[in-house]
Nanobody, 121 residues
Framework: QVQLVESGGGLVQAGGSLRLSCSASGRSFSIGVMGWFRQAPGKQRELVATINSEGATNYADSVKGRFTISRVNAKNTLFLQMSSLKPEDTAVYYC???????????????WGKGTPVTVSS
């Protein structure tokens, strides 16, 4: 099993920045692709970005150019740098990971409990 714990969420004004972190523990050596997803109130969970073990990335159109996903494999840590935040970015952000290293695969094996991000206008 793999445990994922997110941190870094909070309240920020529109136009501001925030950095999310996710720490993996347990059988973290089995992790391939990692990603961030988000769920806004009353909406379905959606992709934010994924990154494979070689550093290739994939972003949702809504965050391209504003968000940057990165990982440090040696430390089993995932990051999401969010800039130029908009009120519509308000959501609970979830860290996720999968055994396979497929960049465009979103049915992840492992999920964190989420960290809330609120962007005020």
């Amino acid at each position: 099993q793999v445990q994922l714990v997110e941190s870094g969420g909070g309240l920020v004004q529109a136009g501001g920045s925030l950095r999310l972190s996710c720490s993996a523990s347990g059988r973290s050596f089995s992790i391939g692709v990692m990603g961030w997803f988000r769920q806004a109130p009353g909406k379905q969970r959606e992709l934010v970005a994924t990154i494979n073990s070689e550093g290739a990335t994939n972003y949702a159109d809504s965050v391209k150019g504003r968000f940057t996903i990165s990982r440090v494999n040696a430390k089993n840590t995932l990051f999401l740098q969010m800039s130029s935040l908009k009120p519509e970015d308000t959501a609970v952000y979830y860290c996720a990971a999968d055994r396979f290293d497929r960049l465009y695969y979103y049915a992840m094996d492992y999920w964190g409990k989420g960290t809330p991000v609120t962007v005020s206008s």
